[in-house]
């Protein structure tokens, strides 16, 4: 270990955070601000989503190689929750472990169900703190939860779309108890530490407008946006607390790093994708409308304090639920028997086309294939709101992944231009204002993200560098160099 540049890695996840923001706040931000030594945009992947991202930031491969491309995984015209299972690419803590080198990892994404490595374990997304097998070793979870005893994975849902109050509270809550978390297993032993802050994501996707004064939504309710206007700054200001707190704990030995999987824009309008493709003739309606009641219902279960019941439910019946309500809500309208294309993602901002001996009832033919994308990728780059484009670029898979895995990709990724994102569904207007069920929301993902890292010897500078860099940065200083999609940073 003496021959390593740093005896330690510590690794500081923060879902979402933008470059922007920060350095309009650094000097309000003086920890953060610390550890700006060599610094900059941190380009995320195509399209900038949470598992694809975390994924490809801890794997140093993009999804054609690591096989996780969204939330969900398609099985037939149905969907899957992706998790851990599917991931196909050593992370770092796999190179770690090779090498008996010791890794602490709290709510990293997509590491459940949990797996045993050289060290301790505390999942993050998918997992829920109510599955028996949420760490490793499994005896952590009692000591984790004796010591921070409201420990849970994330804010609840319920409150984003019902009472800004209490999701703030819950904001402010899960953010102390994982940096508490995070304290406290400092303790141990280990070379790698990993935590990942989620939730700064769920404050920028649902507040942007409150700060943004240029944003349509600003004065929608001005009693709202002067209550909640720096909302968004004073939680980053107690988030650069903790990170405070947590780098407390760490020495010279120590190379700090710094990063989010994606940064964020302001969002005002969403574009119905499945009116157009029906209005080209590439998708046709069955008719016979068949709403999936359990997700429509969500919002009616939240208010009856229904999550909390949930959180009770035998793990069978809690599966059930789960798989129910990740089904496209309006996917069985599609008379699949006349449709060559559909959105197929809100989370991916993705087309899929229904083809032959790979769809079950695939009708596109694999000769058609090439000149129907060329034909959709047209069509999408003509889409105008009020004489303005809302499609920035339509990307094929080929041009943005690559490796074994490139088969599961979906065969269209829409780019959107700022302000606009690609929705699911059908609607009686093609484009209209963005919400997520009856709750503006007002930002959104952009692909130019944050880093920083600092120790002993890192001089200053501000540089851009790729998502995938990330991993091959921790690798190489225990000495690993293992043949990656990124280069090291450092």
């Not at 979870?141 to 999701?167: R, T």
């Not at 920083?452 to 991993?471: K, M, Q, T, W």
Request: proline residues 4%.
């Amino acid at each position: 270990m003496d021959n390593y540049q740093f005896k330690k890695v510590l690794l500081i996840g923060i879902d979402g955070a933008p470059i922007e923001l920060i350095e309009k706040w650094r000097d309000k931000l003086p920890n953060i601000g610390k550890l700006m030594k060599l610094y900059g945009p941190l380009e995320s992947i195509i399209p900038p989503l949470t598992p694809a991202a975390w994924t490809s930031m801890f794997t140093g491969t993009n999804p054609g190689r690591h096989n996780i491309f969204d939330f969900f995984k398609n099985n037939g015209y149905k969907k899957e929750i992706v998790n851990r299972l599917d991931l196909k690419e050593k992370t770092i803590w796999d190179y770690l472990d090779e090498k008996k080198l010791r890794s602490i990892l709290l709510n990293v994404p997509y590491t459940y169900p949990v797996k045993p490595l050289n060290g301790i374990l505390v999942s993050g997304t998918p997992a829920n703190i109510s599955f028996d097998d949420l760490t490793y070793p499994k005896p952590v979870k009692k000591i984790l939860l004796s010591e921070v005893p409201n420990y849970k994975i994330g804010v609840d849902w319920q409150n984003i779309n019902n009472n800004d109050d209490e999701f703030l509270k819950d904001l402010y809550n899960v953010t102390e108890d994982l940096t508490n978390a995070s304290i406290m297993f400092m303790k141990e032993e280990w070379n790698f530490f990993a935590i990942v802050f989620e939730d700064l994501d769920r404050i920028l996707h649902f507040h942007w407008r409150f700060m943004d004064k240029d944003h349509r939504f600003h004065k929608i309710d001005l009693k709202k946006t002067e209550k909640y206007e720096k909302s968004i700054e004073d939680y980053f200001r107690f988030l650069d607390f903790c990170i405070g707190k947590i780098v407390e704990n760490v020495g010279k030995d120590t190379l700090v790093i710094i990063a989010s999987d994606h940064g964020f824009g302001p969002i005002e309008k969403q574009v119905r994708i499945n009116n157009y493709l029906e209005k080209w003739g590439f998708l046709k309606k069955s008719g016979k409308e068949k709403s999936n009641w359990m997700a429509k219902s969500i919002p009616f279960f939240y208010k009856l304090g229904f999550y909390k019941l949930f959180k009770s439910l035998p793990e069978g019946l809690k599966n059930v639920f789960r798989k129910r309500v990740v089904e496209e809500e309006k996917l069985p309208e599609i008379d699949w028997n006349e449709t060559k294309a559909w959105f197929d993602s809100l989370s991916c901002q993705s087309i899929r086309i229904n083809l032959k001996s790979r769809e079950e009832l695939g009708i596109v033919k694999k000769s058609e294939y090439n000149k129907l994308l060329d034909s959709l990728i047209n069509k999408l780059m003509g889409i105008k709101d009020n004489g303005k484009n809302v499609v920035r670029k339509v990307w094929k898979a080929s041009e943005v992944y690559y490796g074994d895995y490139l088969k599961n990709a979906p065969d269209l990724i829409l780019e959107m231009e700022e302000g606009y994102t690609a929705q699911k569904g059908f609607s009686s207007n093609n484009i209209e204002d963005s919400k997520e069920d009856r709750t503006f929301k007002s930002g959104d993902h952009k692909r130019q993200g944050f880093f920083a890292i600092s120790g002993e010897g890192i001089g200053e500078n501000r540089i851009n560098a790729n998502i995938y860099d990330i991993a091959p940065t921790v690798l190489k200083n225990f000495g690993i160099t293992p043949d990656l999609d990124g280069k090291s940073i450092i």
